[in-house]
């Protein structure tokens, strides 16, 4: 379904419910590195297979901006949410506060992929148009949406630090993060990554390897094409079983993983744990043009070094070999820091209808930033790696 939110010159600007509506070719040529989470096919696997509905609480309403002469320029992955479940931008305080003074938090709009921690374009304009205008014209026609709908607030999660600086351009209150990313400094094997580390961090890696390979494990890594109906069932049971402990729902199907095998099959990585002929672990990994992203695991088995090797360096040795840039392997876990993945900025930006909300918020984001720039100088100081390094 199309909804014209309201024609600017020589602009159209609509909002679609469904992203099949828009040309595959067209809305990739927006997106930038090749980034999978923001591809046509992986969006538009996410509601065919209904993971994204008005029932799941993610329910789509994508913004586009034409030209008069029906050139795609511009485009938002946008949703409905009736929850805060799966932006992993933490706002359950925000709604609280909303409740206490009996208005209400939701439904909001949320720029973002989701259940999905990755950063991103979050305004994705064409290479030749002028990006300042459509970038402006996103921004608003999400604003406008939510005023006109009576929404408490629009929200644009882990943007890329352009986008961020952008986006705090046309004064949205901006909320500082971090998670636990990879860089590659021209790496040219794991052991040349590992002579850059302290005595004791690089023996503790090759304990934790040791303990995997004498315990008779081998792995595979295969894209998405190269994954057998078989291995991608076992991948889906570890994804539901550990969803069912610690999160209480899984979201994706396993027709959704087999769809985007099929449509992206190059930017699907996937590491299987074997052990004799039995699969006892996977990983889930996606990649761009230059980074990798980590995004699911699951075992069958509890042995010692086996999580670290099948969702770390397994992926730090792909990206090494494949000269990818960096790897995301998702959000949390301070243990990534010992592995080499140190603390690095992520940001959100929050616009919020209420003015006295929204000068709270304001004020809340700003102490937030002293706090998390004060816990990543902290953690920085765990880093494994020399000095000089």
């Known amino acids: 379904m199309k909804d014209y939110l309201y024609l600017s010159k020589r602009m159209k600007i609509e909002v679609l419910d469904n992203l099949s509506a828009v040309d595959q070719q067209a809305w990739n040529r927006l997106v930038t590195t090749n980034n999978p989470f923001l ?20 329910q ?11 050139q795609l ?31 209400n938090y939701y439904p909001k709009l949320v720029s973002a992929i989701p259940y999905t921690p990755m950063t991103g374009q979050r305004l994705l304009v064409s290479a030749d148009a002028d990006a300042t205008k459509i970038g402006k014209l996103l921004i608003q026609a999400t604003i406008n949406m939510a005023l006109e709908r009576d929404y408490s607030s629009c929200h644009w999660l882990f943007p890329t630090q352009e986008q961020k600086e952008f986006l705090q351009q046309q004064s949205l209150i901006i909320r500082l993060g971090y998670q636990y990313h990879w860089h590659n400094h021209g790496y040219q094997s794991f052991e040349h990554y590992l002579s850059h580390f302290i005595s004791r961090k690089r023996k503790n890696i090759l304990k934790e390897r040791r303990q ?4 008779g494990v081998h792995f595979q890594i295969k894209h998405g094409d ?14 539901r079983e550990i969803y069912d402990r ?10 959704f993983f087999e769809e985007i095998a099929n449509t992206i099959p190059n930017q699907i990585v996937l590491v299987l744990a074997y052990l004799d002929d039995t699969c006892i672990a996977t990983a889930l990994n996606m990649r761009s043009d230059d980074t990798l992203y980590g ?12 999580h670290f090797e099948t969702c770390y360096y397994q ?4 990206c090494i070999q494949h000269g990818l840039k960096r790897f995301e392997p998702g959000a949390q876990g301070e243990h990534k820091i010992a592995r080499g993945f140190l603390p690095t900025p992520t940001w959100s930006a929050h616009w919020v209808a209420d003015t006295q909300f929204r000068e709270a918020i304001t004020r809340y984001t700003l102490a937030e930033a002293d706090d998390m720039h004060k816990m990543m100088q902290q953690l920085e100081s765990h880093s494994p790696f020399h000095i000089q390094d």
């Open 246 to 255: 610690k999160w209480g729902f899984p979201s994706l199907s396993l027709g």
């Open 73 to 103: 320029v511009g485009a938002a992955p946008l949703y409905i949410k009736y929850h805060s479940h799966g932006e992993f931008v933490f706002d359950w305080s925000w709604a609280e506060a909303y409740q206490r003074n009996r208005l």
């Open 60 to 70: 789509p309403q994508h913004i586009v901006i034409y030209t008069d002469e029906n």
């Open 212 to 215: 995997v390979n004498q315990a």
């Open 226 to 239: 190269e994954v057998s109906p078989e291995e991608w069932r076992t991948f889906h049971k570890f994804y």
């Open 295 to 306: 995004r699911h695991w699951g075992c069958s088995e509890q042995l010692p070094g086996l």
């Open 39 to 58: 591809k046509h096919e992986f969006l538009t696997a996410l509601e065919t297979h209904h993971c994204v509905s008005k029932e799941s609480g993610w």
């Open 315 to 318: 992926g730090l040795e792909y």
